[in-house]
């Protein structure tokens, strides 16, 4: 009996402290606004500056092109001028790295999309993602296939009129 009067003891007094260090969860960061030409673009030219010349730029180029299309919420023009928003692709391999490697650690490539405003021409907003060569077409045609579903789900993410953070989703990379 006098075991169980001393843990009781020892709990209620314990108690305070217990729920004192009970971590109070963050309050969430405020919503800052983004530029208004990201959230009011009607209209879209996209631009290829693929930095690479290789088919795999221009797959991933019209990938990105029909992925924005299926979007349905955009009218692509052909002109930049005649744009509210330019989205301008990047292919992009690190200086000194080969197309092709073995090595995984050198072998990253990334994507990254530019968003424009067409009258100032200043960079309102990038999305990178990045992805590994795979020697097997096949491979590669996932890795690229997926890449390019993010690279065009986090811009319908971030376009949309309450726009929604970006999944931190792990991609899967073949090689």
């Not at 730029?57 to 744009?83: E, S």
């Not at 000194?96 to 490539?109: I, L, P, T, Y």
Request: hydrophobic letters at 40%; aromatic letters at 6%.
């Amino acid at each position: 009996m006098n075991y169980r009067i001393t843990t009781i003891a020892l709990a209620l007094l314990l108690a305070p402290c217990i729920s004192a260090q009970t971590p109070t969860p963050a309050p969430a960061p405020p919503t800052i606004p983004l530029p208004a030409a990201l959230t009011t673009a009607k209209t879209l030219f996209i631009g290829n500056a693929g930095d690479q010349e290789n088919a795999d730029c221009l797959r991933v180029y019209n990938d990105f092109y029909a992925g924005i299309t299926n979007l349905n919420r955009f009218q692509l023009v052909g002109d930049p001028n005649q744009a509210d928003l330019i989205l301008e692709l990047h292919y992009e391999i690190a200086l000194g790295q080969a197309v092709a490697s073995h090595d995984s650690n050198q072998s990253v490539r990334q994507f990254r999309v530019a968003l424009i405003d067409p009258k100032s021409h200043t960079i309102l907003w990038t999305l990178v993602e990045r992805t590994n060569y795979a020697l097997l077409q096949s491979n590669r045609n996932k890795n690229l296939d997926e890449t390019i579903g993010v690279l065009v789900n986090d811009f319908n993410l971030l376009v949309s009129p309450a726009p929604i953070a970006p999944s931190n989703k792990s991609k899967v990379t073949h090689f």
